[in-house]
């Protein structure tokens, strides 16, 4: 077929859907704008015969239609699909498979479209849906929680009893800088009082990326079987607990306990997440069951992402607490252990009784008294 008769039989189709985009009535005449390589009149009815979709043009858009779009748009779009395939097909000129390309691009959007998720419904996905979701992966939560901790603790308490041990895990020019970060004759050096507005946005952009870069390692880490996500969780908790057993050690306890008091709940909480959610991805790897690998993954994937976005939100509030709360000297130590403490305790509360109400089956229905 020429590309004449190709414009000719599809232009009033072409035309129909620029009037539907452009908001014009439904039963209204249609435009007689058509994409400009058409050039073409537009044939009567019994002249346009519809181009059946080929075997070999299935159309790609699966996707649920959007609120208040037409039946007759979606079955435009659906043409176009097969129409601009067929141009490419055909080489026919480059200008009417832009147009056309353009076309579809605009009408896809209008029929695919996602509309921006309610208020509503985002509250109810953070305060039920989200706690939930972490229940549902604690044996890698568990996982997780120990391969951090439990390093953290033991090299913690380890280089408090012999100082020299932090030199195994720190280059002398780390142990220096700690050591001078938080001298309690240096406030200057983690205070309030040397910063200014600037310098804290300065500190937040800092922390917010250094703290999702390690997140971002641990998740991604599980794609090597798991062992990425081991090593970073594992390597973190080394040297967390090094730093702490150290600085505790040589008498700067005071000034490094209250400054990371305030952001520890959240920055620790969301390393943990992602190390939930990497483990996830490793384990689908390691055992996927009677599934592909390629399919366990993907599972994984999708249910680490959910992970993923609440250890974000984690990291972007570690980021903020520890850049405009804990390095205040004008506050008290105590009122900053009191809001560690707080944190701790809403955060596990959230994680653990988060969204069981709405779970929980109604009285009338017998689930074999289990409980989510």
Request: overall charge positive.
């Amino acid at each position: 077929m020429s590309q004449a008769r190709f414009v000719q039989r599809h232009a009033s189709d072409w035309r129909r859907l620029r009037s539907l985009l452009d908001g014009k009535a439904d039963d209204g005449p249609p435009s007689t704008d058509v994409p400009a390589a058409a050039g073409a009149e537009r044939a009567p009815p019994s002249q346009r015969p519809t181009e059946r979709p080929s075997r070999r043009f299935p159309s790609l858009d699966r996707s649920p239609l959007a609120s208040g779009v037409s039946l007759e748009l979606a079955e435009l779009h659906g043409r176009l699909v097969v129409q601009l395939a067929i141009a490419r097909e055909r080489g026919y000129a480059s200008d009417l498979v832009e147009e056309l390309n353009e076309l579809l691009l605009r009408t896809h959007a209008r029929v695919h479209a996602v509309p921006p998720p309610a208020p509503r419904n985002m509250l109810r996905w953070l305060l039920e849906v989200y706690p939930s979701r972490v229940r549902a992966q604690y044996p890698h939560l568990i996982a997780a929680l120990l391969l951090f901790f439990a390093p953290m603790l033991l090299v913690g308490v380890a280089t408090i009893h012999d100082p020299e041990l932090v030199h195994t895990l720190l280059d002398p020019i780390e142990v220096m800088a700690y050591e001078r970060m938080y001298d309690p004759d240096n406030t200057r050096r983690y205070g309030q009082a040397a910063r200014d507005s600037g310098t804290d946005f300065l500190a937040f952009g800092f922390y917010l990326r250094n703290n999702t870069s390690i997140g971002f390692q641990t998740f991604v880490g599980g794609l090597l079987l798991g062992l990425g996500t081991v090593f970073y969780l594992v390597y973190n908790g080394l040297h967390i607990g090094a730093v702490l057993g150290y600085v505790t050690a040589i008498g700067h306890g005071e000034p490094l306990w209250s400054f990371i008091a305030g952001h520890s709940a959240l920055e620790l909480s969301a390393i943990v997440l992602s190390g939930a959610a990497g483990t996830r991805l490793g384990w689908a790897l390691i055992a996927p069951g009677r599934r592909t690998r390629l399919r366990a993954l993907h599972e994984a994937a999708r249910d680490g992402v959910q992970l993923i976005y609440g250890a974000s939100a984690l990291f972007v509030l570690a980021a903020f607490v520890e850049a405009y709360w804990s390095s205040m000297v004008l506050v008290p130590a105590f009122a900053k252990y009191l809001s560690g403490i707080g944190l701790w305790l809403l955060l596990i509360v959230y994680l653990r009784r988060g969204g069981r109400s709405e779970m929980s089956p109604r009285p009338q229905v017998d689930d074999g008294g289990r409980r989510s």
